[in-house]
């Protein structure tokens, strides 16, 4: 069951009972949607002309594309080719039933999204824009997207791992790894050690978005994951809303917080992947989690 809720910058966002958690932040769904997924996506960096891929994994109310969509210019600007991946199509059906929703966006954003709603794909031939959703489990959809090319973009907005862990495991982070462009940059909310590890493990550089300075537990506000491009060119350590990881974060992966989430046939269930990496977790020589937590809390450690 999913249930209404306005968000502090006055956003229309939703509550799962099934996950026993929000879309969005409390500070604003709006607001997540710009700062942790379009202003470090840093659009400037793709000229008129250019073919601009994203991949929006779990699509939800859309306002991770919309937003997008919203901050590209008017005229000119890349060429948008984007694809939604998304289990439940309710999110994105009762997000249009709210007027105050449909009222943030330019009008061929909300054209865009209820053509999504109603038949799964939008396309905009004057602006160069289009854009196709996969209903169903993203593990298995991930086959059905294109194989001529991969993405400069991956939005990764899934519900926590701790709730959703199928779509956290090393094998689904190692699946969307691969289907990043040189250069090309994956973000998320999450911050977690483990999800953060099976980044790197896939090869992809690590940075950490930076939190609001009203935000009670401020250490970062999520993650960029960087692909190497092909010159070789080290990503920037500091950006537009990100830094590099701190010595606290990075002693945060060494923990048994950082063992990986696994999956190995992409067809588990929760329970059993939450066991499984339970179990692993028993028998990691790792430091615990609860002393690097009783660490940074000393002022005098940070």
């Avoid at 960096?45 to 590209?72: I, K, Q």
Wanted: hydrophobic share 40%; with cysteine; aromatic share 8%.
């Amino acid at each position: 069951m999913l249930s209404a809720r306005f968000t502090a910058d006055g956003s229309f966002s939703l509550h799962s009972d099934s996950f026993a958690e929000s879309f969005h932040s409390s500070d604003g769904a709006l607001e997540e949607a710009n700062s942790k997924f379009v202003l470090p996506a840093q659009l400037d960096r793709f000229p008129d002309g250019r073919d601009l891929r994203v991949l929006d994994v779990c699509f939800g109310l859309g306002y991770n594309t919309a937003a997008l969509m919203s901050a590209l210019p008017h005229r000119g600007g890349p060429s948008l080719q984007c694809w939604g991946l998304e289990l439940d199509r309710s999110p994105l059906r009762l997000a249009l039933a709210e007027p105050t929703f449909q009222a943030l966006w330019p009008p061929h954003v909300v054209a865009c999204l209820g053509a999504l709603s109603a038949e799964g794909c939008w396309q905009d031939s004057d602006r160069q824009q289009s854009v196709q959703m996969l209903w169903g489990d993203a593990r298995q959809q991930l086959r059905q997207l294109p194989a001529d090319g991969r993405f400069d973009l991956i939005f990764l907005d899934a519900f926590s791992p701790s709730k959703c862990p199928q779509l956290w495991s090393e094998e689904f982070l190692q699946s969307l790894a691969d289907l990043l462009a040189p250069s090309g940059r994956l973000l998320t909310y999450c911050r977690a050690a483990a999800v953060r590890n099976s980044l790197r493990h896939a090869g992809l550089g690590l940075r950490s978005l930076l939190p609001k300075s009203r935000e009670g537990s401020g250490w970062s506000a999520g993650t960029l994951a960087l692909r190497p491009s092909d010159d070789h060119q080290p990503c920037p350590a500091i950006g537009p809303g990100w830094r590099g990881l701190s010595v606290m974060e990075e002693e945060h992966l060494q923990t048994c917080a950082g063992v990986p989430y696994r999956d190995p046939t992409g067809t588990d269930a929760a329970a059993l992947i939450l066991n499984r990496r339970q179990q692993e977790q028993a028998f990691a020589d790792r430091p615990s989690t609860s002393a690097w937590q009783r660490k940074w809390r000393d002022p005098a450690a940070q």
